[in-house]
Structures are given as structure tokens and as C-alpha cells.
């Protein structure tokens, strides 16, 4: 009772990336409470997938195996959680920031009347004093998100209500398996009792999987390219620092003139404007048609090498140099100091 | 087919995108003035997936439902100009502070008051929170199915609604009895622009607040013309549970706030020693600007 639970994400007989990362993340929050890692997996043929959970410390695994749960839909999804959250009264309960987690999670705050916090970056434990009330709440979730459009970062909390949930996404928190032979049970639910038929109101008709659209105008850091740097291959350099932040590529005219990127992209006077937290120009002069559509960018970083571009002029941080020997410096500086 | 009822949830909220580099104070905090309220960008979204049903389905009528302060009925006034036939604003001081959860059982019983509806749309995020909460908790309070992620609606029918979501790696077509609740994402398309003729028709169109605190006296107008009336719900309107309102209706409290710093300072020059590119990497996730 009062457990941690993880709701795992599971297609095709594949736990999800994010999943993995909760667990790591629940295991070790459950052994600073002193209480057990408890999973649930919905989902359709799922035999054999318990192998993938349990090694991450789990301790039970609650499994509801359906041809009629998978793909994911809402509600038999959340009526297996409000049921079984009933039941085993978790005291915190994290689901992934996916489009999944951000569809299941707030149904099921809603019905439990506990209190969710999306897309945290950061998960502890700690006390809270309510001075007011005179009350003092022990090992309470401390759940931390950037909030304001990324221009805050606020702590949030569950005094009263149960379970605490969370969100994360993927790739904020680590992955370490614990044993592959971690002894956990598997406790398989009746799924009839805890669907109707009146759950399966909504049909997925049709689904098929594509690439992602690009959305510069929405990213909070943007990586964007000009002439400077020199090719199309040049311009993968700038792919992997944007995959590893979590960032969009972008390109000047004269890139996107050049064939170094598509058209799609182009940030300036002619094509999108952008306000992103953080710009990395590299190898743009910064020509005021370009500064145009980036220059209200709350930071910007400008690489080139030359140290007169007139982009330096509006860069907080200006590295002097050649992208392909600083970009993947860059990379590797971001990994050691996150993880 | 007879014409939908439809609800379009919408928020103000201050332009977080426009964060530029006043938009911070000298110490570290938001600069609230510096930063204009808008129409929740995904909401506009959801107003145009709202008027295209519309388009599609004549005789369906489309109410703007908001909660905030009563200048939230700017929003209001501008989703009228852009095609939408009335506007409920639900304000109260009793709903300050409310989380995610206060905020959809007060709109949930607001939507029991406003009658019979087949649809209710709303953006799948504000900008302010970026929660994507309010929409699925809505759903929930009012015991419908939801379907989020929509970017298109593309079949209508008696009962039945049947659109396409856009999710990370791909795209579902789903179909929901009505009514349900959906959300609907940035890729949706644009909404339409203001319309001049509605923009005359619906100028004057106040909250009974608002007309209280004018200083030009319209009465003769409204006399003649009732769809200038905003409508105004409070708390005496929702039959609301008082404990489920506001910060005590909360189960999230913020226990804390830290300000990140996005001041602009001289720029830092650097090379390619791998030591100040440690540095600055260090400082960017410090900072909370990446990672």
C-alpha cells in the first residue's frame, strides 16, 4: 500500500523509452520512502514483456492484457488506473510527458481528485511546512517544472491529496536497470472488471506513423545555420546538437538559397520569426533580414569564425572558431553536465 | 442535419512568446506589463476547427466560453469578430488561484448551465501553464469521451464526429459519439481573420460589468439589439461546490518560484578551448535555459 506507481507505455510488445526512464526515476524515490516500485502495463499481447520491466527494480507489475486495449484509447486506459488507484492508494503516481501521459493523466487526476504537474524536469522528496494551518507534511513529491513560458521554474506540491502525479518527458531523466533478475510478481488484472463496453465509445480508424512536421515557431531553442557553414553535410553537425537539446534546426536565406536546407526553415524577414529562450547562430553573418526574425530571441550564441560577423553584436555569447570542431565539443559538454 | 451546439473553451493569457529581452526586470522577475494579453494561440486553433464544423454544418452555433478577470472579455469580443455567436465569461473572485483542477470543475458546471450541447473544443494547451490539463479534466467532470492532439475534423454525422490527431510520430483517425470533447494542437489550421462585418455588428458587445463601468451611454443600442449582451456567470450562477473553487479547491499548491535570469550581459567571448565551452554549456543548463 501507499506505493509508487509507473504507468507504462507499451506498443507491439515494446515498452516505451520514457517508461524505463520512470522507473529508474520511481525506484529510486521508492527506496528514499521506503516503500515499493509498482508498474502497470495495458496493453494486447503482452506475454513475455514483463522481462523488460522488472530488471529496473520493480517489485510488482500489474499487467491488463486485452486485444481491445492497444492501441492506446482514453478511457478503458483510465478506467483500469481509476480502479486500480482506488484499490492500491499509490502515494505517487508518474506517467510519461507524451502525448499518451498528457491524454491519460489529467482524466485521471480529474477523477481521483488528486493533484497533477505536467512535463516536471525534476522530481524530489522533501518536507512542507503550512504555516497557517500549523501543519508539517513529511517526504511530500517535490515536482519541478519550468512554468511562464520557460521564464520560471516552479516547485509544486500535493499536501492532501492522493496519488501525487507527475509527468516527465522523455529523455529528462536517466536509464539504469537494476538487476536482471530483480525478483519482482506479476499480478495479471481481470480486465472485464474494470472496463464496460461503454469505454470503448471512441475508434481508432485508421493509424499510420510519419515524420514529425518541423514547428521552429514553437521550439524553445533553436539551432539555426547560415552560408558559413559550407555544405549540406556541414549542416548534420547542427541535426545532432538540435536532436541532443531538444531543439529545432533552423537556416538563413542565403542557406536555404545555397540548398543547405529546406525552405521550411528559413527564419528571417522572408520566412518565419522566431522568440525562442535560447538561438545558436552558426555561420550566419546576421544581415538585418535575418536579425529580423531572430533578433528578440531572449539569448542568443553566435559560432563563427569570424570574429567581426555582425551577429556578434547582438549574441550574449560569441565562440570564435570552426563549427565543426565546436558544435561536437558542444555536444559532449552538454552530456557530461547533465547526466 | 440539424445545426451543432458547439463550446469553445478559451483562455487570455500573457504572450510568453513574446519574451524578449525586456520582458524580465533588473531583478529577475517577470515584467507582467511588459508582456501583452492574448487570445491562448491553440485556442484561436480550436475557434477555427469550431467554425469550419460550422461551415459544414449550417444552422450550428458556436459560444465562446472563458474564465478570468472581466477584461477577459476582450477574448470574447474577438472571437465574435471572427465568426463566433456568443460568449459566456465566467468570473469570480472565488476562482483565483485555481489549478488545473479548480479551473475545470468551475467551467465543467458552468457548461451544465449553458444548456444542451454536441461538441466542445478547446486548444490542447495554454501558454502561460503549458499543462494540457484543463481539456481532459473538463471531459471528465463531464462524464464525456475526449479526443486531444485533433488537427481536423473530418466527417460530421448525426451523433458522431470523426477527425484526425497529430501525435509525435504519426497520425490516428478516430471516431467519437457526440457529445465529446476534443483539443486541438498548433498544426491545426489558422483561424480566419476578422470578419468587418461582424466586427460592426458586434463592437459594442459588453458583460453587464462592462457596461456598468462604461462611460458612454449605449442603453438605446442594447434595447434593440440583445446580442450585444456578454453573458456574465459568478459563482452564484454555477451552483458550485465552494470547496472546490479556487486555492482551496486546488489539490496542486506551488511551493516555491525561482526566476531565471534571461537578462542580456556584454558578450562573452570564447574559442574553441574546451574548457569555456564547458563552462558555457554548464551555465545554459544551470540557467535552466537547456536541458
Known sequence: MNNIFVYCEVEEGIVSEVSLELLTKGRSLASQLACQLEAVLIGSGLKGVEKQILPFGVDVLHIADDARLEPYTTLPHAAILNKLFAEEKPQIALMGATPIGRDLGPRVSSALHSGLTADCTSLEIGDHEDKKAGMVYKDLLYQIRPAFGGNIIATIINPDCRPQMATVREGVMKKEK?????????????????????????????????????????????????????????FKLLYDLAAVLGAEVGASRAAVDAGYAEHDRQIGQTGITVRPKLYIACGISGQVQHRAGMEESAQIISINSDPEAPINSIADYVITGDIAEIIPKMIKYYKLNTK | MKGLKIIVLAKQVPDTRNVGKDAMKADGTVNRAALPAIFNPEDLNALELALRVKDTVPGSVITILTMGPGRAAEIIREGLYRGADSGVLLTDRAFAGSDTLATSYALAQAIKEMGHFDLIVAGRQAIDGDTAQVGPQVAEKLNLPQVTYVE????????????????????????SPMPMLLTVNSSAPDCRSRNVKMLMKYKHARTITEKQEATEDYTHLYDNRPFLYIREMTVADIKADAEQLGLTGSPTKVKKIDNVVLQAKDAKKLNTADEGINDLMKELIESHVIG
Open chain 1, 178 to 234: 537494476i538487476n536482471d533478475s530483480y525478483p519482482g510478481t506479476v499480478k495479471n488484472l481481470e480486465v472485464s472488471k474494470y472496463v464496460s463496453d461503454l469505454d470503448f465509445a471512441v475508434q481508432i480508424i485508421e493509424r499510420h506513423t510519419e515524420k514529425k512536421k518541423i514547428n521552429i515557431k514553437g521550439a524553445s531553442i533553436v539551432v539555426s545555420g547560415g552560408y558559413g557553414v559550407g555544405s549540406k553535410e556541414n
Open chain 2, 152 to 175: 481536423e475534423v473530418l466527417k460530421v454525422e448525426k451523433a458522431a464526429i470523426t477527425v484526425r490527431r497529430r501525435l509525435d510520430n504519426g497520425v490516428e483517425t478516430v471516431k
